[in-house]
């Protein structure tokens, strides 16, 4: 998914002759620590945060006389989502603004609309099983995986790979579209398979679906 399909029209951007203090409101209603600046021509300016607001003298003096404290990523139109999360990881920013190949801002989207966007290409609220594998960086093959998962009459549903720093091993953790799992284990155990985890009881499902939809009616209030 490319980052203009991620956009948020939730967020409005600010103008740089606005206050201090309407970006605090906004920021509040929002729910978000950051919000997007435009100048006057509708030129991207940066990102105001909280912290920006509270510094000011008077927050009832305009954007532009803090400006030059904006912080100001933001990400192209056609740049891949994940480049957004990478983003938000690494600076701590709540709001990513999106630009075009012209420069000109195009609108921005926020760390819980990607979360919703996150959950449904993880599979979240689908039926399954989780189970997690753990092996040398050499060994790792995921269409090696996939094709064990398969010979059970089951699918991957999702993936994902964790490694602590400097270590030459890897959990795999893998979504599978089965609830009763045992014949899939008992494959990985026969390709000599470490398996670190596995969960696969109905009443586990249900207890992430229960959450995931209290997340949702959050996200929503």
Do not use: C
Request: glycine share 2%.
């Amino acid at each position: 998914m490319n980052a203009v399909e991620t956009i948020s029209f939730e967020i409005p951007p600010l103008r740089d002759s606005e206050t201090g203090e309407k970006a605090l409101k906004w920021m509040d209603e929002f729910r978000v620590s950051h919000l997007p600046v435009l100048d006057r021509k509708n030129h991207y300016v940066g990102l105001v945060s909280e912290e920006n607001i509270l510094d000011m003298e008077d927050n009832k003096m305009p954007l532009s006389t803090i400006s030059r404290n904006f912080v100001t990523p933001f990400i192209y139109e056609d740049a891949h989502m994940f480049e957004m999360m990478r983003l938000v990881g690494e600076l701590k920013i709540t709001v990513v603004p999106v630009l075009s190949k012209e420069n000109e801002y195009l609108g921005a989207t926020h760390i819980l609309h990607l979360m919703k966007i996150i959950s449904k290409m993880s599979s979240v609220v689908e039926n399954g099983s989780i189970i997690v594998l753990e092996m040398s960086r050499h060994d790792y093959s995921l269409a090696e995986i996939a094709q064990l998962v398969e010979s059970n009459d089951a699918k991957i549903l999702s993936s994902y790979i964790t490694s602590e720093p400097d270590s030459t091993l890897l959990n795999v953790t893998i979504k599978v579209n089965k609830l009763n799992v045992d014949a899939i284990l008992q494959t990985f155990v026969r390709y000599s398979y470490n398996i670190v985890a596995s969960y696969h009881q109905s009443r586990m499902q249900d207890d992430l679906k229960r959450r995931f939809e209290e997340l949702m009616k959050y996200i929503k209030m």
